[in-house]
Each structure stands twice: as C-alpha cells, then as structure tokens.
C-alpha cells in the first residue's frame, strides 16, 4: 500500500524558511515522482513541486521557483520540501504524494493528512 507521511510544517513570519518532509513507504520509490501539493482555504489543490525521483529531474510553479527546492534522500525514501523566502500567501495545507511522473498530476494511493503550514505578515 503506498503510504506518504508529510511533517515540518508550522507557523513562521514572512521571509521565514521552513523544511517539509515527505516519508514514503509501500511502494518502490524510485519507479514514481514524488509531488507537493498544497490547498489554502477556500482554494483548489495545486502542485507546488516534483521530483522524479529516478534521475533527481524536478518541477516547480511559477509561484514558487527561486524560493523553494525539492530533494531526495532514497535512501531514506523521503522528499524534502525546503521552503525559503516564504509570504504569507503560501499558507496552505501541503500534502506529497506519489505520481506516474511530473507532468500527470493523478495520484497513486491517496491522500494523507497533510502539514500546516501558516505565513504571518
């Protein structure tokens, strides 16, 4: 069963940085990119970054390029999120999940709990 366990959220003031991490399990990391996702309120879910993690190649929004950096440690089958620079407008729920690859935003499994993350001005 895939299963994805985000933590290292929390409540910073803007210009903070915060680290996200992603702990995979259930499944042979490196056949799936690993995604971050995030849902402010009221707001669809939308995808932040990704990494494929066979060959470390990655994706990021427009929103979020220059100020955010996606990893992988698989040996440790986990997703880094390193969030720096942060405004107040990427306060969001931020979930990880897996994907056939970057460019599909289908997810395998489903989704898990989530991470606050909350940006005050």
């Known amino acids: 069963e895939v299963q994805l366990v985000e933590s290292g959220g929390g409540l910073v003031q803007a210009g903070g940085s915060l680290r996200l991490s992603c702990a995979a399990s259930g499944f042979t990391f490196d056949d799936y990119a690993i995604g971050w996702f995030r849902q402010a309120p009221g707001k669809g879910r939308e995808k932040v970054s990704c990494i494929k993690t066979s060959d470390g190649s990655t994706y990021y929004a427009y929103s979020v390029k220059g100020r955010f950096t996606i990893s992988s440690d698989n040996a440790k089958k986990t997703v880094y999120l390193q969030m720096n620079s942060l405004k107040p407008e990427d306060t969001a729920v931020y979930y990880c999940?897996?994907?056939?690859?970057?460019?599909?935003?289908?997810?395998?499994?489903?989704w898990g709990q989530g991470t606050q993350v909350t940006v005050s001005s």
């Open positions: 999940a897996a994907l056939r690859r970057c460019s599909n935003s289908i997810i395998v499994g489903s």
